[in-house]
């Protein structure tokens, strides 16, 4: 099936211009999916543009919000801390 330089598959050739030298293959290796097909590899260089609507980690590597960070820690200038708080040292420490 044709795709258009976006990645988007069409049958309607009135609708989109399509390029038959593109293929499926190339477009997924350019460009990052909507769906998720694909992963990015390198920087993403996001700089004055706002990502929005991320969900609650899952993962140790996931991002996180800065609703969550501050729902889930301890301010500094001043917080209410309930149960036990244990500090330990480093490993190499004694």
């Known amino acids: 099936m044709p795709a258009d330089e976006f990645g988007r598959r069409t049958t309607d050739r009135k609708k989109h211009v ?52 501050d729902s889930t820690s301890v301010s500094k200038s001043g917080d209410t801390m309930t149960g036990d708080l244990l500090l330990t040292t480093g490993s190499d420490e004694t």
Not at 39 to 44: A, N, P
């Open 18 to 69: 399509t390029r038959t030298d593109v293929t499926m293959s190339a477009i997924s290796n350019s460009f990052v999916r909507r769906d998720g097909a694909n992963t990015i590899i390198g920087d993403l260089n996001v700089t004055d543009i706002t990502i929005t609507n991320f969900g609650d980690p899952a993962s140790n590597q996931d991002v996180v919000t800065k609703g969550y960070v």
